[in-house]
């Protein structure tokens, strides 16, 4: 798991301002596309009036012309082929596939050309590709728009995948991916659009493959990314009160990933819980959970438990959808369990 870290320092914004995730990231792709003429979105529906099915880029395609935001007819196949075609001419392309599930439709295209061309062509050639794209579980979609298929994408070497959880990592890691020069997948999550935070104004950039300690602790250590976050805080704010001092280890991107940070929580907490909304089974937090084994085996006072989705489609029935994905209450289950209670 020794993946490298991007060489992107932190770039520091302006004044913070209170903003939503959905707010935060039309500020980061307003900010690539005034920075950068090469920048440009390219989707379904991104234009106005409509700016996007959850309306992220609002109001961009008036600031900045439909040359620069483009429309395409629904074909993810269309979309990421035409964007890597661009990005290999010397263009920043913000592609976004509307719902994670039909990356897949994609992925020859990802995992055969965009991920291998700097390999392929000797260092010659990057692709500057940044592919949104959004889960939509946790507010009923049903089976076929709700996964969290993150795992696909970290086993394929080449691609970088970016998984935010705030408002302002969303600006930070979001503008970073678009100026990095190689494939970033930078994953959203719908249910976290509303979520409110301080947002650096200007131009501000978190650098990949750096992890951020969310909350601090003694007893067990939680590691997480996404939405996941916020149900780990949650549950980590339940637990406080009955004593058991949880620290939540925000991933944020997944490749490059921040051993070092893991692994120092966890030889200091002894005790681990990797959480995530993906399925559980050959999810990513089984790597996670292999690598601390393997570095730290003896060392532990508990086996490393994991959280994850159950492995079975995703129903859009509230009792359906709530009977398969993880919560607080399962991750504070989880850790309960680690800590002997």
Known sequence: MSTPVAPVAAVAGGTPTTTSMREALNSALAGALALDPAVFLIGEDLADPGGGI???????????????????????????????????????PVAEVMIMDFISIAFDQLVNHAAKARFMSGGKVGVPLTVRTAVFGGIGSGATHSQSLEAWLTHVPGLKVVVPSTPADAKGL??????????????????LY?????????????????????????????????????????????????????EVVDLRSLVPFDASTVLASAARTRRVVVAHHATRFCGFGAEVAAMIDEELFGELDAPVARVGARFAPIGSAPVLEAAVLPSAASIADAVRHVVGR
């Open 54 to 92: 959850s309306q992220v880029t609002k109001g961009l395609s008036t600031a900045f012309g439909t040359n620069r935001v483009r429309d395409t007819p629904i074909s993810e196949v269309a979309i990421v082929g035409a964007a890597i075609g661009a990005a290999l001419g010397g263009l920043r």
């Open 194 to 246: 509303g979520t409110k935070g301080p947002v650096p104004d200007g131009d501000h950039r978190v650098p990949l493959g750096v992890a951020d300690i969310k909350r601090p602790g003694r007893d067990v250590t939680i590691v997480t990314y996404g939405r996941t976050v916020r149900d780990s805080l949650a549950a980590a704010e339940t637990l406080s009160g009955e004593g058991i001092d949880a």
């Open 174 to 191: 979001l503008t970073t991916c678009i100026f990095d020069d190689d494939p970033c997948v930078f994953i959203e999550n719908v249910a």
